[in-house]
């Protein structure tokens, strides 16, 4: 199975803008999960999808959203950009049912605000 | 509130010897336990989890791990490390009373396996 997809790779914003970030989980998982990963504060959980609702939300502002489509592909989106939201963007994708919760990570996408 | 505590930033050893990385946790209910190694410029990668059963699991690339319920630790450990295994090491948990609950990583080990 091909594994976590996610574009771009790389992005490079200014202050201000909006950005929206894509991910393709692996065939057949349902739950789709996104957290940052800064060198200071580490893996922050940003939110879960499973089929298409939000399961649970971490403690970031309301700047930061998601969605899921009807085939477990994810978005997230960034509103007005701040320097701080500079970060290593992880998404992660489970079968997300009873027992199976380990979670398979995408590569990334590294976002640079300027 | 649900937290995992990796006491060490780094850990280093030699090639051949054995290799434990640290971790404890906290959480309410049933504990579900995970360890990720993250190589360079890639994304983590899992390695072993603990949902129930025996205290002692195997994962990926001869790790195993150590559920202790009394010590709510999961150290992560190689009777021979490898420095192929130098990396960065993530212990995480999950609130294993809920499907929608979130998993909680700690701040990461890294693992310097010298020849």
């Known amino acids: 199975k091909a594994g976590v997809t996610q574009t771009p790779r790389y992005l490079i914003k200014t202050r201000g803008q909006q950005v929206t970030l894509s991910c393709s989980p692996i065939?057949?998982?349902?739950?789709v999960s996104w957290y940052q990963q800064t060198p200071g504060q580490g893996l922050q959980f940003l939110f879960e999808?499973?089929?298409?609702?939000?399961?649970n939300k971490g403690n970031f502002p309301g700047r930061f959203s998601g969605r899921q489509f009807s085939n477990s592909r994810s978005e997230m989106n960034v509103s007005t950009l701040e320097l701080g939201d500079s970060a290593l963007y992880l998404c992660?994708?489970?079968?997300?049912?009873?027992?199976?919760?380990?979670?398979?990570f995408g590569p990334g996408t590294r976002l640079t605000v300027t | 509130a649900q937290s995992v505590a990796q006491p060490e930033d780094q850990v280093n050893v030699a090639e051949g010897n054995p290799l434990t990385v640290k971790c404890t946790y906290s959480v309410s209910g049933n504990p579900y336990l995970f360890w990720y190694v993250q190589y360079p410029n890639r994304g983590l990668q899992f390695l072993l989890k603990y949902i129930t059963g025996d205290n002692l699991v195997k994962g990926s690339y001869g790790f195993e791990a150590e559920f202790n319920k009394s010590q709510t630790s999961f150290h992560l450990k190689k009777p021979s490390a490898l420095v192929s295994d130098s990396a960065l090491y993530f212990c995480?948990?999950?609130?294993?009373?809920?499907?929608?609950?979130?998993?909680?990583f700690g701040d990461g080990t890294t693992l310097t396996v010298k020849p």
């Open positions: 999808y499973f089929s298409e609702t939000q399961r």
């Open positions: 995480a948990v999950r609130d294993g009373g809920t499907n929608a609950g979130k998993s909680t």
């Open positions: 065939s057949g998982h349902r739950s």
């Open positions: 992660a994708s489970s079968l997300g049912g009873e027992g199976h919760h380990e979670q398979y």
